[in-house]
């Protein structure tokens, strides 16, 4: 026949509570910044809250007209809340003389074009930040030459655009088509004009269907 213990149970001992509640205290951190966290407010310093679909990725800022121009980054897509310009303008440059045309162009907003001269002229194809001075231009193609095609994301907010002086004896004439997310075109000329344009938004893909 089997002995029965019949003795009433022992108190646990002081250094027992302690480990029992530390090992609580574990496991309920840890349920804390694995669950809890993630679930209840979004935050995710141990990364499982992703790992078990407890929290969505972040969402880009909803596009906005009060800063159209400006571009919404989505990894590598720049969105932006207003459609792209264009811009197509000739100039005619009498010998010696010098005129620059430029855009403005929120940080990052982006910028194609082709241009070409009659003959070879010396350009400078430059922007200013807002609020700069002529000492903060920042050249990025300086040359001789008659004609260039590439494209260009604005480094900073301000205006982008050429500098071109005819060196000879004889006209010359420049034809510039641009597309981009710029709002105005400025024409600077050697007599001291400075002429605003207003380059037109890019036409629907789509005509409204005949009734």
């Known amino acids: 026949m089997t002995d029965v213990d019949l003795r009433p149970p022992q108190p646990a001992t002081a250094k027992q509570l302690w480990m029992a509640t530390a090992a609580a205290a574990a496991v309920a951190a840890l349920l804390l910044g694995t669950i809890v966290l993630p679930a209840e407010y979004g935050v995710d310093p141990l990364g499982t809250g992703a790992a078990l ?10 596009l906005t007209f009060e800063h159209a121009l ?5 990894g590598p897509l720049a ?6 310009k264009i811009d197509v303008v000739s100039f005619d440059l ?10 403005h162009l ?4 982006g910028l194609v074009f082709s241009w070409e001269s009659s003959a ?11 609020g700069g001075s002529s000492a ?5 193609d300086r040359r001789t030459g008659d004609g260039a095609s590439g494209g260009l994301a604005a480094p ?12 000879g004896g004889t006209p010359i004439a420049i034809r510039l088509s641009s597309a981009g997310f710029y709002d105005v075109a400025v024409e600077y000329r050697s007599d001291g004009r400075r002429i605003t344009r207003e380059p037109s938004p890019a036409t629907s893909l789509f005509t409204a269907p005949e009734r």
């Open 106 to 109: 929120a940080q990052g907003a």
């Open 53 to 62: 679909g407890l929290v969505r990725p972040d969402e880009p800022p909803p």
């Open 156 to 167: 900073f907010a301000g205006m982008h655009g050429w500098y071109w002086e005819n060196p």
């Open 120 to 130: 070879p002229v010396m350009y400078d194809f430059h922007g200013a930040p807002d």
């Open 94 to 103: 009498d010998p010696y003389q010098f005129l620059e045309y430029k855009y």
């Open 70 to 74: 400006v571009p919404v980054q989505t």
């Open 136 to 140: 903060s231009e920042v050249s990025v």
């Open 79 to 84: 969105q932006f809340a207003a459609p792209y």
